[in-house]
């Protein structure tokens, strides 16, 4: 039951790590989009 948890909750992290990763790049592309211009 515990490591079921464990798994569990490294899952939802690495899954928010991935969301904040997507929207860094694209906060990034949108910024070096605006500057170009």
Request: proline share 0%; charged share 10%; glycine share 8%.
């Given at each position: 039951?515990?490591?079921?948890r464990?798994?569990?909750?490294?899952?939802?992290?690495?899954?928010?790590?991935?969301?904040?990763l997507?929207?860094?790049?694209?906060?990034?592309?949108?910024v070096?989009?605006?500057?170009?211009r």
């Amino acid at each position: 039951m515990c490591s079921s948890r464990k798994i569990l909750w490294s899952l939802l992290l690495l899954s928010l790590v991935e969301v904040g990763l997507g929207v860094a790049s694209i906060a990034l592309g949108a910024v070096c989009i605006i500057w170009v211009r």
